[in-house]
């Protein structure tokens, strides 16, 4: 039986396409060299004693090691509380000054837009420099100073587990917006006239017409701060770092920092690895039922 | 035309994407040296010379000393005219990229030859084997010159790691005034020593409250972050614990004097002679404490502070607005660490200096030989008399103490005698303990030890809760026979 060879076809790139697919390499090249590549080399380190010299295989020991230390665990609670404490928050602050800013002209809303995005500018260890000066524990401290006022004795704001949490919260809390309240301007900009019109008409007062029309609207953003939010949160690093170094008693020890002690402390590449995707499993999951609980009615 | 520019925009997208490709790429850079130095050595195996084959020497190096830094290109130069056929390389780094810097390089496989870090980090990189042996490499000259204490230093288990660059003490600072208003006889405490009951009785008479208000302390030690880690390492030092593993190689601070010293930190804070916020008190705060007067004595302390007060004091006497805001004039005094549970005061020698390192492929004996020379130049002669008179920090070798006979410095005579009579008795080095013991230490310090200690400080926990947790880690990670009973 003779088989007869059939014609390969050969696939042309006609008109736009070639120039299509050579835009899309770009970022394709980009994410594989910057995202794609360095994951994969973590997952392989996460099953190895990294050595400089020649690593060696041992199997699933950094995820054991990882899931059976303690201070693991502690880190991954600090950070919740973390979480649970500043990312809402930062949700009703931002929705609340952009309410605020809405009414506003134009070039007044620029005005404030500007002021609330600029720590984003700012540098991170500038900032916290400030921060660590707001903070002193010493009766001069500025808010030591301001609790001098009502009486109350200087406090020893990071120096103390049962405060230095709640400082780093603060912190959060009274900086960074800028970002969430350039989105919800824009979100707040983007619901029609005649919702408000219509509800004027019926004679909704601004409680009704923030709880029936704004805040519907603004599900989708809401929705995608929130999320975005929980895994900047989740992958706090640099408040930590500069502002209590984890402690006291690793009270302020978040998962980030713990990975970056044993990375670049200990040279535990591996374990540091192993935490990450735990990390990275932990966000994937919450992020999950954010969408399914969240995000079920929510129109793009 | 629209198909020229279809292609062209094609084209100009593959660029970028390739460019982003290139400039993954490795540069194929050996731990030879530079890939300079890499042919060269090739040239050198093919070629049949008289002449000495170049190379370059890099070496990472941080402000060592104030005027440090100011130095590099004439110690480059000065280098190359001792050896025309080599050149040294020096990459400046700041104290605080260091440390991450050295360690990334390390880490890329790709470090400096050279680079100036404690003899207490020495071992990670042994651990690491990136640190690079010298013993075969260092000459007989150069070896005697050293002081031999410092340059134990730099050994771990039995090779050498590099040169030292100086042997400080981690003491402690007294303000002349203050001490003598206090009535305490500083000369006689610098002679002879003092106990933690006289220290803290001395330490008392130092404070100075109005209204409740605490305005000068008699002690104030920096103990938040990483300082925290030096105030309890030099405290055990003089309870008998001079290292973190006793001679049989048993973890130390399990002992019950380790509580001894914990109940004494505490104690210090309960009479009000430390401040109750300690535990937020870092180097650059209590160092303010210092010159604007909050503080009699403060820690910890080294020689280059006389230097740095002096500066002041001198900025305070022109009416130079750059001098401390609200700072006075204050003749600063070394003092020793006071002597705990009965136990002989110890010194905590701190070692710092010029170590080695190699890279994925192991260094030809020659450029083994010629990093050797330039930690030596950077350890020994004119550079090292330099940096350590900037210091105010003892020479350690002779061709450095020859260099610095004629180079005049403006020291307290009395502090000269006290750091010299504590260098006598200072904390020998440990190059025994195993790599792997040092490192579960160094983790246990860390993660157990120092949280604790501000917890301590704090106030949130007491000194046998403390205890309890460093022994039960202990316990955990060395074993029960591993750790001292007592």
Redesign the interface.
Known sequence: MTQIAKPIKRRKIKGDSGAGYAFIAVALVIFALFTAYPVLSALIISFQKYMPLGSKFIGFDNYIDSLKDPLFWKAIKNTVVYTVLTVPVALFISLGVSLLILPLKKKLQTVFKAIYYLPAVASGVALSVVWLWIFDPMPNGIFNQLLGYFGINNVNWLGATSTSMFSLVLMSWLSSHGTSIIIYLAALLGIDDSYYEAAELDGASFLKKLWYIVIPCLKPTTLFLLVTGVIGSFQVFQNAYLMTGGGPDNATTMVGLLIFNNAFKYFEFGKAAAQSLILALIIGGISLIQFKFLGKDVEY | MKRKM?VL???C??T??LT??TA?GSSSTTKEGTPESTNNTNNNNTNVSTEAAKDTITALLPPVSPAYQENFSQMEKDFNALYPNLTLKIEPASWEDMT?KL??Q????SPPDIAFLGSSGIS?YV????ALDITDAATAEMIADFDQAPLEYMKNGTGLYGFPAYMEVHALGGNKEFLEKAGIDYKKIQKEGWTFEQFREDIKKGVVSEGG?TSRYGFVFAT???ASKDYLAILVKSAGMPAAFNKDLKFAYTSKNYLEVLKDIRVMIDDGSM???????DAGKRWNMFLTGQTMITGKGLAVFENSANKNNEKIKANDGSAVKGSIPAEYIVLPVPSFAGQKAMASAVVDGYVAFRG?KEPTPEHKANVVKAAYFLASGKVAATTNNDLFAAHITKSGKKEAESMTVNRNPDNVAAVEAMLATASPARPDIPTDLG?KA??LE??VI???L??L?????TPEAMYDAVKAAAIQAFGEDGVVKD
């Open positions: 279809r925009a094609s084209i997208a593959l970028l994407a982003a490709l993954c991450q360690d990334t390390v880490n890329a496989g990670k651990e690491q084997g990136m208000k938040a972050g990483v401040p109750k916020e300690l535990s937020s008190v994925k490192a160094i983790k860390d993660e120092i949280p604790k501000q917890a400080i704090a106030g949130e926990i």
